[in-house]
């Protein structure tokens, strides 16, 4: 009876063991703009699948998008005052 040997990394490998190798294999994927990001240990127990990450990463995108138009908005008048013309183009 053979026995099974242990799986470990080896310091090399010769090419002939690893395959044949298939050009392109991923390529539709990254033209996809496929991203795997690798969450640190506290972050991905706060979440059970990828489908409640992606919940609230667009829950704090639209939160951010909010809180940056009240800003657009408010800064408006700011901005002209600052130039010194009052908000009138110079010259006229």
Do not use: H
Request: glycine letters at 10%; aromatic letters at 6%; hydrophobic letters at 30%.
């Amino acid at each position: 009876m053979k026995t099974a040997k242990k799986e470990e990394m080896r310091k090399e490998y010769k090419r002939e063991v690893l395959g044949k190798g298939i050009r392109g294999k991923y390529y539709e994927d990254y033209k996809k703009g496929t991203n795997l990001v690798l969450l640190s240990p506290d972050v991905a127990a706060a979440f059970p699948d990828d489908a409640s990450v992606n919940e609230a990463l667009r829950n704090l995108m639209k939160i951010a998008r909010q809180s940056t138009s009240l800003t657009k908005r408010s800064t408006g008048s700011r901005l002209a005052s600052r130039s010194g013309c009052g908000g009138w183009a110079k010259g006229k």
